[in-house]
Antibody, heavy 118, light 111 residues
């Protein structure tokens, strides 16, 4: 069974930093692109970033470029999102998800809530 | 950026009756490799999204066959042949031809 478990969310002040983690099991992690997708409270879905199997390519939505960094550790089957210079509009549930060239963003974690507030 | 527009935004449906959701993209979703990367996802209340359909019409693992997808180019449709109570939630189309963008979501509710 594929499992993706996010952690690291919480309350942070504007301008602060947070590091999200995603532990993956039930699949060969090193064979897949991975993504972070977020959902503001009561709103729709927004893709945030993705990373190639070996970490050599990374892509970001414009609104987080220069502030967020996606990374992975294939030896630990883990995905990360370093979030710096956080803003109120970054408040959302952040989902970790497997990404393939065929089926797109297919397996999703349960998400971790990030709240940016004074 | 490719903009995805869904209609309707809300769809009250009677149990056992069909339902249909439309999605239009601001530009063609045909990739240079010849594939069209248009997906449909379901998000039940309090749950993460779940992939239903990929590449227009392919059902993902474990998805019931009452869900079907169709379309081409810029216009796509998700159909549920007979709505069941467990289908309540929000449905999103998503393009993966040029990075990823989602539609606004369509809330499916029971009349």
């Amino acid at each position: 069974e594929v499992q993706l478990v996010e952690s690291g969310g919480g309350l942070v002040q504007p301008g602060g930093s947070l590091r999200l983690s995603c532990a993956v099991s039930g699949l060969t992690f090193s064979r897949y692109w991975m993504s972070w997708v977020r959902q503001a409270p009561g709103k729709g879905l927004e893709w945030v970033a993705n990373i190639k199997e070996d970490g050599s390519e990374k892509y970001y939505v414009d609104s987080v470029k220069g502030r967020f960094t996606i990374s992975r550790d294939n030896a630990k089957n883990s995905l990360y999102l370093q979030m710096d210079s956080l803003r109120a509009e970054d408040t959302a549930i952040y989902y970790c998800a497997r990404t393939t060239g065929d089926s797109g963003i297919d397996y999703w974690g349960q998400g971790t809530l990030v709240t940016v507030s004074p | 950026d490719i903009v995805m527009t869904q209609t309707p935004l809300s769809s009250p449906v009677t149990l056992g009756q069909p339902a249909s959701i439309s999605c239009r993209s601001s530009q063609s979703l045909v990739h240079s490799d010849g594939n069209t990367y248009l997906n449909w996802l379901q998000q039940r209340p309090g749950q993460p999204p779940r992939l239903l359909i990929y590449k227009i019409s392919n059902r993902f693992s474990g998805v019931p066959d009452r869900f079907s997808g169709s379309g081409a180019g810029t216009d796509f449709t998700l159909k549920i042949s007979r709505v069941e109570a467990e289908d309540v939630g929000v449905y999103y189309c998503m393009q993966a031809t040029q990075l990823y963008t989602f539609g606004q979501g369509t809330k499916l509710e029971i009349k």
